[in-house]
């Protein structure tokens, strides 16, 4: 359940720091609208692309925000064995050229970003 907290903060923390002024150039913020997030996943091995999108939809429903769009995309992992960069699944964590489990990037995992329009 980790991945909920993870995307809840991830989006609060880009809907409270993304001021609608400085990413469109005009307008006040009270007259801009988030159309859409995007979230990168940055640790793929332990937050999955679809679980992703599916905690995000959850964080913008509590906002109301079920109309915004979300974009989800997902950092390729290194293989240190076979030095391939792979797309990896969640459910399986191995390099696709040579089977080595692939590693555990840690650190920060996710990453939000709002993209603005005119209400």
Known sequence: ???????????????????????????????RRPVAVVIRVHDPIHIGVESARMHAELALRTRGLD?????????????????VANDVQADHPYCEACG??????????VEATVRWVPA
């Open 1 to 31: 359940m980790h991945e909920a907290g993870l995307l809840a903060a991830a989006i609060a923390n880009a809907l409270a720091t993304a001021e609608p002024d400085e990413a469109t150039g005009s307008g006040s913020a009270g007259a």
């Open 67 to 83: 109309d915004v769009g979300i974009e989800v995309t997902a950092d390729p992992v290194v293989c240190p064995m076979c030095d």
């Open 100 to 109: 080595w489990p692939l590693p555990d990037k840690g650190g920060h995992q």
